[in-house]
């Protein structure tokens, strides 16, 4: 609800561009009002129910996933975990925005504000372990965030860094995402870049495909490039959802092709 269009535009999206499937996945509502600014309300939920309804009735030649975007903070558990018991989701993907939502400190509040990098990208990656360690998600989305907002840093560092975060996404059975939006930002990039997307290769973590579309225009946007960078990385297969469960289907060579 906080992009544009609704999820029946996405789904027409979809279909003209010849996706056969895809998942919503608004940005899950909270209990305390972190990161308002970019997730419905609890009340609203109802209504992003009856939105991927609406669009499985009207778009039957495309399926529909019916997931959500939850963000790890601390603290976060004892909600989401109730709210995914609540809810049938297919998918849960987990996201790092923000390493101390609530300070008082712009540098320490998100991923930006002139903090040294390797700070950030060390905070990063903690709170990314962190996230998997809860055993409430499915998915890591873009994770390498850091880099959108500068924080140059060498391979190197970002192997020290990223290593320890990716050896608990393979503990916990989670995969991946390559997210094309990155090609759309000022780095030019899909997240993660070739290095993180090889070092999770060679742990066996999943991997699924977004395009993080927050207008329907983007839907399956730099799939086949998406798919290049798999290959290169070493991935020969990708994860499909059902019901918070997935099975490994051959990664196919382009879009059309699988």
Same mark, same amino acid.
């Given at each position: 609800?906080?992009?544009?269009?609704?999820?029946i535009?996405?789904?027409?999206?979809?279909?003209?561009? +010849?996706v056969?499937e895809?998942a919503?996945?608004?940005?899950? %509502?909270?209990?305390? @009002? !972190?990161g308002?600014? #970019? /997730?419905?309300?609890?009340?609203?939920?109802?209504?992003?129910?009856?939105?991927?309804a609406?669009?499985?009735?009207?778009?039957?030649e495309v399926?529909?996933?019916? +997931?959500?975007?939850a963000?790890?903070?601390l603290g976060?558990? %004892?909600?989401?975990? @109730? !709210?995914?018991?609540? #809810? /049938?989701?297919?998918i849960?993907?987990?996201?790092?925005?923000?390493?101390?939502?609530w300070?008082?400190?712009?540098?320490?509040?998100?991923?930006?504000?002139?903090?040294n990098?390797?700070?950030v990208?060390?905070?990063?990656?903690?709170m990314?372990g962190?996230?998997?360690d809860?055993?409430?998600?499915?998915?890591?989305?873009h994770?390498?965030?850091?880099?959108r907002?500068?924080?140059?840093i060498s391979?190197?560092?970002?192997r020290?860094y990223?290593?320890?975060a990716?050896?608990?996404?393979?503990a916990?059975?989670?995969?991946?995402?390559?997210?094309?939006?990155g090609?759309?930002?000022?780095?030019?990039?899909?997240y993660p870049?070739?290095?993180?997307?090889a070092?999770?290769?060679?742990?066996?973590?999943?991997?699924?495909?977004g395009s993080?579309?927050?207008s329907?225009?983007?839907?399956?946007?730099?799939?086949?490039?998406?798919l290049?960078?798999?290959?290169?990385?070493?991935?020969?297969?990708?994860?499909?959802y059902?019901g918070r469960?997935?099975?490994a289907?051959?990664?196919?060579?382009?879009?059309?092709?699988?």
């Amino acid at each position: 609800m906080h992009a544009s269009g609704r999820t029946i535009d996405y789904a027409r999206s979809a279909r003209d561009r +010849g996706v056969r499937e895809f998942a919503a996945t608004d940005h899950c %509502p909270t209990d305390v @009002g !972190f990161g308002k600014e #970019h /997730r419905m309300t609890v009340s609203q939920f109802a209504q992003y129910i009856e939105d991927v309804a609406e669009a499985r009735r009207n778009v039957p030649e495309v399926t529909i996933l019916f +997931g959500i975007e939850a963000d790890y903070y601390l603290g976060c558990e %004892p909600f989401l975990a @109730g !709210f995914c018991e609540q #809810h /049938r989701f297919d998918i849960v993907l987990g996201s790092v925005h923000f390493i101390d939502y609530w300070s008082t400190d712009p540098s320490r509040r998100g991923l930006s504000g002139g903090r040294n990098p390797d700070d950030v990208w060390s905070d990063y990656y903690r709170m990314t372990g962190r996230l998997a360690d809860t055993g409430l998600y499915d998915v890591v989305t873009h994770m390498d965030l850091p880099k959108r907002f500068g924080n140059a840093i060498s391979v190197n560092r970002l192997r020290e860094y990223a290593l320890p975060a990716l050896d608990r996404i393979a503990a916990a059975g989670m995969a991946i995402e390559i997210n094309t939006s990155g090609w759309t930002h000022s780095i030019d990039e899909a997240y993660p870049g070739p290095h993180v997307l090889a070092w999770a290769a060679e742990r066996g973590i999943g991997l699924v495909f977004g395009s993080d579309a927050h207008s329907p225009h983007r839907v399956g946007d730099g799939f086949d490039l998406a798919l290049q960078w798999a290959h290169d990385a070493g991935f020969r297969t990708y994860r499909q959802y059902r019901g918070r469960s997935w099975t490994a289907q051959p990664l196919p060579v382009s879009v059309g092709s699988g």
